[in-house]
């Protein structure tokens, strides 16, 4: 018995050794690198319809002349010379390309997310994090700069990454703790040397989140503009609304944003000492007791401060339609991970449709949804200016492809055509302060730029009908589109890939810490 027992014991230890070192094998296996197309000093585009995205005029049958991605020319007809890279424009329109401005980098997202955001024809992003200290998982803005530097170079497929940001500021579960103590915020003398790190890392802004100390919110408003920087991010749960605006945050991020302050309860809310569990409690009495009057008060300070709104619905969206089969069943999973899918996103979807489908609870995660949608047609009445983002990498949420849903759930709440098109152009370059670059199809501007196959101000699906994308210089045409959605799609699904992805995700401890909170 015991030569038999030892017998088995060897044949574990050699199957548990064998998977070690599939895994290890698996973690260091190499990833392929994307070609990036032929870049071109000069490009023509002859007889194109030209949408402008501010007045919803369409400039029919010009021609557009890019000199290094600088759009020099716009006439009724340019005779091409022979140094010219001709595109026929003829019978389709030309827009800028879409900026998403609420998503989530990793160190995985030249595989699975830039490839689809350049597919999608979304050319320009805004990243909400993360820590510049060197993470397994999430990528910071020493990455993002430097894909930036690789996208001028012709050496990396990747969006331009806009406005660089701070890891989000959430008092003392922000990060683990080992970290320096001024990432946490907890008094207002770590506001000087938070600011001081993140000046010498480039960073635009400091991303507020939801337990951020009142006192150190208020000297970091005060403070961040010495530095060259503003704030943005969420709504503090410990401070009004209106304290917020009146702060000078500049963008605030989710649809329930004003779901917080207009209700009954608002006041407790905030001064709650278990606040997530009264939120929970409370959602049903912000919908049903939501004061119109309150929130009508609050974006009209929205719009005199210039405070913008990126409501992100496809985030309140996943939850209310969690139980619907057609819905959870997307045809963009085959570009996730499916270890991703199966041990992050699947929980939080069961749970989502058990709500769902409960007595008690059934109707609150669509309402708390079309609610949002509400609020985000009087918000743009009263003159909020908005923008589209999504939050990659959130549940359900699709690199590229959710942008295009965004939009056409803004026409849902309310926006126009047009309208839902300036959230994605002109009004995130002018936030950024880049309109002058970006935005619109002008001469001078440059030349990041999607042709469609039809007009998106007729139908905004039409922004999903693409006919190539270009983007410093380089045109993707439907060859390439096609290419770079396989690509990611081929990845996802290999062991190698969901085996890096995992061990990324459970080696982070800025991970660990978010899923302790």
């Known amino acids: 018995m015991k030569i038999k027992a030892l017998y088995f014991f060897k044949r574990f230890l050699i199957v548990v050794f064998l998977g070690i070192m599939i895994i290890v094998a698996a973690i260091l296996w190499p990833l392929p690198k994307l070609e990036v197309p032929q870049s071109h000093n000069a490009i023509l585009i002859k007889s194109i319809n030209i949408i402008d995205v501010e007045t919803g005029a369409v400039i029919s049958n010009h021609d557009i002349l890019i000199k290094k991605n600088i759009i020099t020319k716009i006439d009724s007809i340019i005779h091409p010379l022979q140094q010219h890279f ?4 003829k019978d389709k329109f030309i827009i800028p390309g879409l900026w998403n401005m609420h998503t989530h980098s990793t160190q995985h997202s030249t595989w699975l997310h830039h490839p689809l955001y350049i597919a999608n024809g979304v050319t320009g992003i805004r990243d909400m994090g993360q820590l510049n200290k060197k993470d397994s998982y999430w990528a910071g803005s020493r990455e993002r700069l ?31 703790n080992d970290f320096p103590e001024f990432f946490k915020l907890k008094k207002e003398e770590d506001i000087k040397p938070l600011l001081e790190f993140y000046k010498n890392e480039n960073v635009d802004f400091i991303k507020v989140y939801m337990q951020i100390p009142p006192k150190s919110y208020r000297k970091l408003a005060l403070e961040a503009p010495k530095y060259g920087m503003h704030i943005a991010g969420h709504k503090p749960i410990y401070l009004s609304l209106e304290e917020a605006i009146q702060s000078g945050q500049r963008s605030f991020e989710h649809g329930r944003l004003f779901m917080y302050d207009c209700f009954p309860g608002a006041d407790g809310l905030r001064t709650s000492k278990t606040w997530k569990k009264f939120y929970a409690k409370s959602k049903p009495l912000m919908v049903s007791g939501f004061d119109q009057k309150k929130a009508i008060q609050l974006m009209d300070l929205m ?75 009087m918000a743009y009445q009263q003159g909020v200016p908005i923008m589209a983002g999504t939050d990659v990498t959130d549940v359900n949420v699709f690199a590229g492809f959710s942008l295009h849903t965004e939009l056409e759930d803004l026409t849902k709440s309310g926006l126009s055509n047009l309208e839902a098109l300036q959230t994605a152009t002109i009004t995130p370059a002018k936030y950024c302060g880049l309109d002058n ?34 983007l410093d210089g380089i045109f993707y045409n439907s060859n390439d589109i096609k290419e770079l959605k396989e690509f990611t799609a081929s990845l996802a699904s290999t062991f190698h890939m969901n085996i890096k992805v995992i061990f990324s995700l459970i080696s982070s401890p800025l991970i660990r810490v978010q899923l302790a909170d």
Not at 86 to 89: A, H, M, R, S
Not at 329 to 358: F, H, M, Q
Not at 449 to 470: A, C, E
Request: net charge positive.
């Open 303 to 377: 719009k005199k401060k210039n405070a913008h709104w990126v409501p992100t619905l496809q985030t309140l969206k996943s939850d209310a339609f969690a139980h619907i089969a057609t819905f959870i069943d997307n045809p963009n999973i085959k570009y996730v991970p499916t270890l991703k899918r199966k041990l992050w996103w699947n929980p939080g979807i069961k749970k989502a449709a058990k709500k769902n489908e409960s007595a008690e609870s059934q109707d609150e995660n669509l309402d708390f949804y079309h609610a949002s949608q509400q609020h985000v047609k």
């Open 146 to 176: 430097q894909w930036n530097k690789e996208l001028a170079q012709h050496t990396r497929i990747t969006p331009r990454h806009v406005l660089q940001s701070s890891y989000q500021m959430d008092g003392e579960s922000s990060v683990p």
């Open 437 to 470: 670059k970006y935005g619109t199809v002008a001469l001078g501007k440059t030349a990041d730029l999607i042709i469609l196959d039809k007009n998106p101000l007729k139908n905004i699906t039409y922004t999903q009908k693409i006919h190539g994308v270009f």
């Open 86 to 89: 001709v595109i026929d424009g």
